[in-house]
């Protein structure tokens, strides 16, 4: 993962292990494009953002649709966010970290 020269947070980040659901979003839309969807690990988030860690890459997306899974809740929590940043995965067989910032 990034080393600490790299840090440049504004919040500090939490621990959390949780599912994700994550959707391009489309610049442009087209009737014939399949919605994209990505499966992913939510490894810890802040105030500003989420670290997720995918098995399937994004190539090119930058901006997603999330969708949070918390086992205590019956719905998911929904949250527009920007990829500010992706690294391979080391640990796992082609995965990906990516770097999500929320939008408002």
Not at 11 to 19: A, G, S, T
Not at 40 to 69: K, T, Y
Not at 71 to 82: D, E, K, M
Request: net charge positive.
């Amino acid at each position: 993962m990034r080393g600490v020269s790299q840090e440049c947070r504004q919040y500090p980040r939490f621990p959390f292990i949780l599912d994700i659901d994550m959707q391009k979003i489309a610049l442009v839309s087209s009737p014939r494009e399949p919605v994209q969807t990505v499966h992913g690990r939510l490894q810890n988030l802040s105030r500003g953002g989420l670290c997720v860690l995918a098995d399937e890459p994004m190539n090119g997306v930058r901006a997603v649709l999330c969708e949070i899974f918390v086992p205590a809740l019956s719905v998911p929590i929904p949250v527009l966010a920007n990829v500010r940043w992706s690294e391979p995965c080391h640990s796992s067989n082609g995965g990906r970290i990516y770097g999500l910032q929320f939008l408002y």
